[in-house]
């Protein structure tokens, strides 16, 4: 049973139907904090994360919006403004479009930069701008900075991702979370995680069971911890920015990728 040090705590979470999101937002309902479960169109999924959640004893609840839309940030935070208060943000929500290949610059369009901006940048800040009222007040009421956590990728720092675009997003995001960290102290604490690979269904989708295998094998294989992480095995490392174990945490930017970042050690030496 987990340690209820969030009990009372409130807090949304983007894009937590599925994947890292939703493992984010059991562990803060198996923490005691109530939370709000987004997605777009997973409302099955949602659903099953709602329950999930309820099930641990959390008052968790399912706000369908879009991140990247004005209308949708606005959603999120009134569904917020029941509590009175939101202490915790997670700007997960995020897409890629899959080029791999960095040299082939005609994959992506500008249109494909635009969306990916929208959703994994322009997603967040919103976010965050309709939210910020409800953190100041849980400021307030509690005397504890409330907290965001964004949830970006390695490629923001390396460069190397699904696409040129989609590691332009994060770095972008990146530097938005030392911007933010800065501007909204002592009242909201800002921080991000760059994960490295993450077996959700963002690689599942797109390559097909059998080449998924092969993908989480290489990269088992290729990292310095010898690991392919799961969702959990990031939101446990996620989790520590939203308790006040991080209490004194504000700027900072945690990788977490089995040492991907480091650079892949010589075959011969594995
Ligand atoms: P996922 O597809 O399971 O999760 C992304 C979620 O975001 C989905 O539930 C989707 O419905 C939601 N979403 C997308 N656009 C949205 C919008 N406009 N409004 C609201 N919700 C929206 O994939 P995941 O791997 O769990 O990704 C979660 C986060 O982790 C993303 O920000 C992603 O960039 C980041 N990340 C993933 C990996 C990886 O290898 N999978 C690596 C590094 C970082």
């Not at 479960?37 to 959640?53: F, H, K, P, Y």
């Not at 040299?103 to 500008?110: I, K, N, P």
């Not at 010898?226 to 520590?240: L, M, Y």
């Not at 004194?248 to 990728?257: A, K, N, Q, R």
Request: hydrophobic share 45%; charged share 20%; proline share 3%.
């Amino acid at each position: 049973m987990a340690d209820k040090d969030l009990a009372g705590r409130k807090a949304i979470v983007t894009g937590s139907a599925t994947g890292l999101g939703r493992s984010i937002a059991l562990r803060l309902a198996e923490r005691g904090a109530d939370v709000i479960i987004n997605c777009t169109r997973s409302i099955a999924d949602g659903e099953a994360t709602v329950a999930a959640c309820n099930e641990v004893g959390a008052q968790a609840q399912l706000v369908a919006a879009d991140v990247s839309t004005d209308e949708g940030a606005r959603k999120l935070a009134d569904a917020a403004s029941a509590w009175g208060r939101l202490d915790i943000l997670v700007n997960n929500a995020g897409i890629t479009r899959h080029a791999r290949d960095h040299s082939d610059l005609d994959a992506l369009s500008r249109e494909d930069f635009l969306d990916t901006y929208a959703v994994n940048v322009a997603g967040p800040f919103l976010v965050m701008q309709a939210c910020k009222p409800l953190m100041v007040k849980a400021f307030e009421q509690t005397g504890r900075a409330s907290t965001v956590l964004n949830i970006s990728s390695i490629a923001g720092v390396t460069g190397i991702g699904s696409s040129v675009a989609y590691a332009a997003t994060k770095g972008a995001l990146n530097t938005m979370t030392l911007s933010l960290a800065r501007a909204l102290a002592p009242a909201i604490r800002v921080n991000a995680v760059c994960p490295g690979f993450i077996g959700t269904r963002w690689f599942k989708d797109e390559m097909g069971a059998e080449q998924y295998e092969r993908l989480e094998a290489s990269v088992a294989r290729s990292t310095p911890l010898n690991a392919a992480s799961g969702p959990d095995d990031i939101a446990d490392s996620a989790v520590f920015f939203l308790t006040d174990a991080s209490r004194h945490v504000t700027g900072e930017t945690l990788l977490v990728d089995a040492g991907t970042h480091l650079g892949y050690a010589p075959l011969a030496a594995r």
